[in-house]
């Protein structure tokens, strides 16, 4: 079955550590997005990639970094600069970056020891 | 403000009665999404719209871009239809989201 596969499911990250969500997916995407969720507020933007070997910001990244080498993978990293990570994250893809039906994952949520 | 508010912010309805959620947004989009999010935090894409409406089953998704604002109803509700709902409103790769609305169907 095609899909976004977002590992792991929970996260726990300790003070000064970077933690790195995966994210993959099997659509054949080129784009692809990463939010985040708190309670009471919409999903906001992280960083998107419109293709392979490029991302951009979104509305709040700073504190975290992404890479994407592979077509299919947009892995996510919150680094010790993120004062306040305790959140559900969630990576999107959609077939291109112009108005195309979104696909998410199942989130991570991660919290901080 | 936000650019997309959200209405009700909860709502709960008996089985097999007619819902409706309400969508406004105060920015220029090209297209309106209605997302599902169920117990666990998966989402699920139900519409993407630019103009007039659509239907999927006992889902129902219409937007009027003059007024700005999108409704989903949902016709004869089931439990299973318990979520939050979730409209997103904008263009291209810049998508603002509103706070969800939290339906509970009761039995």
């Known amino acids: 079955d095609g899909g976004i596969t977002q590992s792991p499911k929970y996260l726990f990250r300790k003070e000064g550590q970077n933690v790195t969500l995966s994210c993959e997916q099997n659509l054949n995407h080129d784009a692809m997005y990463w939010y985040r969720q708190d309670p009471g507020q919409g999903l906001r933007l992280i960083y998107y990639s419109q293709i392979v070997n490029d991302f951009q910001k979104g509305d709040i990244a700073e504190g975290y970094s992404v890479s994407r080498e592979k077509k299919e993978s947009f892995p996510l990293t919150v680094t010790s600069a993120q004062k306040n990570p305790t959140a559900f994250y969630l990576c999107?893809?959609?077939?291109?970056?112009?108005?195309?039906?979104?696909?998410f994952g199942s989130g991570t949520q991660l919290s901080v020891l | 403000k936000n650019e997309v508010e959200q209405s009700p912010q909860n709502l709960t309805a008996q089985e097999g009665e007619f819902i409706t959620i309400n969508c406004s947004y105060s920015?220029?989009?090209?297209?309106l999404h209605w997302l599902q999010q169920h117990p666990g935090g998966g989402i699920v894409s139900l519409f993407m719209?630019?103009?007039g409406k659509k239907k999927h089953g006992r889902l129902i998704a219409t937007i009027n871009i003059q007024e700005k604002h999108s409704s989903l109803h949902i016709t004869a509700s089931h439990p299973r239809d318990s979520a939050v709902y979730i409209c997103?409103?904008?263009?291209?790769?810049?998508?603002?989201f509103g706070t969800g609305t939290s339906l509970t169907v009761i039995p």
């Open positions: 999107a893809s959609s077939m291109s970056w112009a108005n195309e039906k979104l696909f």
């Open positions: 920015v220029g989009i090209s297209a």
């Open positions: 997103a409103a904008g263009t291209g790769n810049q998508f603002y």
């Open positions: 719209l630019s103009s």
